[in-house]
């Protein structure tokens, strides 16, 4: 038959197109700044990490968990199998009943992609995407019909007469062409299915490595002061999509536009102008060029897609981020509560990139809005964001008769306070907290006026150099005294010191549990240091405070703390990783970007549909959010505040 050497020559045309298409993408992706990894302990483990360690978040939704088995491995073992049968020629009939049995499971995936897309979630990106059940169908029937005489189902010699062998090579090569054009051209020359290609390699070398295997990286990427040249192309943050890591460009692309970010995004919800899977949208246009017109999502919200070439016409990747392609008021909607992240399935880094971009508008423009520029001199000033007296935040511990570190110079248990002790509402969690930790027989001291800010909120808002001084600061002050555990009520401060002060190279932390309350609380009750009676109190619900739930990982302790108590726990339906963001975190109140709805509102009513009459908290930031909600609402209170209520009994 004609199609003997006419299928041959079609695969291997558009192997080669495609990889010159490969080429030239990876390409866009070097004009991305340095990043060091290791490219073939990367390549080895690319395998584990997408068919095992990415499918834990894959799995939350079974139905497309299945589905992408199916079409993803079917099309993987199909592809290197045609390129064995049909583009070498090797006759083999088990490597053909292989490929029969390969097309099969991707027909069958393709067939449940199709009944999806038939009534697509509102997240979901429409436009060409509506096209894969269509290529996936094509593709695994084609080349199932042209397997079947090589697997010895039709004789080789099969034939239609002459007029009849022209009709089935012109309906098959056709086939052939449109099915494996578009998924091949899709993948390497940034069309329909180029996550499936730059998917692959971003997890091969992704900038948190260490989120492969079960593991945890959520601290952000210092910025390179001393030699800012070398780490940011010549400016602090990123101004250009050039200035962004070449392997978090290759992340960009490796967004699969299945809108899970979208549907979790507290500020998208609330009406505000940010949606991440537009923004990463406007990253790959930012660095391939062209426009966003072909973008067939959910836009910002109160926003449409105007199609503007704001990538190629300003230059590509070398034009200003918020100069036509991103609105700061985009980057400033977010809480950074790592939801997105979180659920996005190809491990996308959406936090890091807006904070890298506010870095550059902070550092560079000096353009932090509302009561972003006020807060910031306060914390430059003052050590605190609210400018109050250094000297008064041991103000609130007068009469709590805790030693300080400066007198003892060594404790058992280091309390951080944090900047809870400047609030009369956080001060009744702190004072709560003692009384626990009295209770305890604890040998407990507080740094006093020694202590600093931590420096989130100067971070979130892009100001790295004053996180980075306030940092070391603290640093010195930490590595003058001796202490086995440092503890604090605030999930913001605690992140801060368990994740990201590591990286200043001081071993003033070395060998020292950082411990958010509840989790030390809960140690002390398992160890017979405290007793509580039940509570007597009505429904109780609980909220994860974003810093301490997926920052941390720490969701069973306070529920261990509540159940200690005999509460058993309404949870609310977004609870644990995918608790919903109180509004409080990233600076966000402090930026105070408008929107439809305020957060904390939308929480609040999750709370109510719960029918709980009290929320507990674990978090001094969460508190305030939610108590900020009018009432009539249910009582917030501070998982320390519960348990100092019912203490009863104290063991020495």
């Not at 049909?86 to 499971?105: D, P, R």
């Not at 703390?561 to 109140?589: K, N, Q």
Request: aromatic fraction near 8%; include cysteine.
């Amino acid at each position: 038959m004609i199609l003997d050497w006419l299928l041959p020559t079609l695969i291997l045309t558009l192997l080669v197109l495609a990889g010159i298409g490969a080429v030239r993408r990876m390409n866009m992706w070097r004009a991305g700044q340095a990043e060091k990894v290791d490219i073939v302990a990367g390549l080895l483990a690319m395998p584990k990490r997408y068919l095992h360690d990415l499918h834990h978040v894959v799995e939350r939704d079974k139905y497309m968990s299945r589905t992408h088995v199916a079409t993803g491995g079917g099309f993987v073992l199909a592809m290197v199998l045609v390129i064995l049968v049909h583009l070498i020629g090797i006759e083999s009939k088990v490597l053909s009943w292989m490929l029969l049995g390969a097309l099969s499971m991707m027909f069958c995936g393709a067939v449940f992609v199709f009944k999806r897309r038939r009534n697509p979630p509102s997240r979901l990106s429409k436009g060409s995407w509506m096209r894969l059940p269509k290529n996936l169908l094509i593709f695994s029937v084609t080349f199932f019909v042209l397997t079947l005489p090589a697997a010895g189902v039709l004789p080789a010699s099969f034939t239609l007469g002459v007029m009849g062998q022209w009709f089935l090579t012109l309906v098959l090569s056709a086939l052939v062409l449109m099915s494996l054009s578009e998924m091949l051209f899709g993948m390497t020359w940034g069309e329909l299915m180029k996550h499936a290609f730059a998917g692959a390699l971003h997890l091969a070398f992704h900038r948190r490595p260490e989120r492969f295997g079960g593991g945890r990286s959520t601290g952000l990427k210092p910025v390179d002061l001393e030699d800012n040249a070398l780490a940011y192309g010549k400016v602090l943050g990123v101004a250009k999509p050039s200035d962004f890591k070449w392997n978090q460009l290759l992340g960009f692309d490796a967004c699969v536009q299945c809108g899970r970010c979208e549907a979790v995004c507290p500020a998208f919800a609330a009406g505000q102008p940010l949606n991440p899977k537009k923004l990463i949208q406007d990253m790959v246009v930012g660095f391939a060029g062209g426009t966003d017109e072909h973008y067939a999502g959910s836009c910002y919200p109160d926003k449409a897609v105007e199609g503007k070439a704001v990538g190629e016409a300003k230059g590509g990747a070398d034009h200003i981020i918020t100069d036509g392609l991103i609105n700061p008021e985009t980057l400033w909607s977010c809480t950074t509560c790592r939801a997105c992240v979180e659920e996005c399935p190809m491990m996308i880094e959406h936090v890091d990139a807006i904070v890298d971009m506010r870095r550059f508008l902070t550092l560079e423009k000096g353009e932090t809005p509302n009561k972003g520029a006020e807060i910031l001199d306060n914390i430059i000033a003052t050590d605190n964001p609210n400018g109050y007296a250094p000297a008064s935040r041991t103000h609130w511990a007068a009469d709590q008769n805790l030693n300080l570190m400066k007198d003892v110079k060594k404790a058992e248990v280091l309390f951080w306070v944090s900047d809870g002790a400047f609030d009369m509402r956080s001060q009744r969690i702190l004072r709560s907290f003692v009384t626990l930790l009295k209770a305890a027989n604890v040998d407990v001291a507080i740094l006093g006026d020694e202590e600093r800010d931590s420096g989130d909120v100067a971070r979130r808002l892009g100001d790295d150099a004053t996180f980075q001084s306030l940092a070391k600061r603290n640093l010195a002050t930490l590595g003058q005294y001796e202490f086995k555990t440092l503890v604090t009520t605030d999930p913001h401060a605690f992140h801060c010191l368990k994740n990201e002060y590591g990286d200043f190279g001081s071993d003033a932390l070395e060998g020292v549990d950082v411990l958010h309350h509840t989790t030390f609380l809960n140690q002390l009750i398992k160890a017979g240091r405290l007793q509580v009676e039940g509570f007597k109190g009505g429904k109780v619900t609980y909220h994860d405070p974003c810093y301490l739930g997926r920052y941390n990982g720490e969701y069973e302790a306070p529920r261990e703390l509540l159940a200690s108590l005999g509460i058993e726990i309404e949870e609310m339906e977004r609870s644990g990783y995918r608790s919903r963001c109180c509004g409080g975190g990233g600076g966000a109140p402090i930026t105070d970007i408008p929107g439809e709805r305020r957060i904390a509102d939308m929480r609040m009513e999750d709370v109510v549909s719960t029918g709980a009459e009290m929320v507990a908290v674990g978090c001094q930031q969460c508190t305030a959010m939610l108590e900020g909600v009018v009432e009539p609402r249910p009582v917030v209170k501070d998982i320390a505040e519960i348990l100092a209520s019912q203490l009863i009994e104290v063991h020495s």
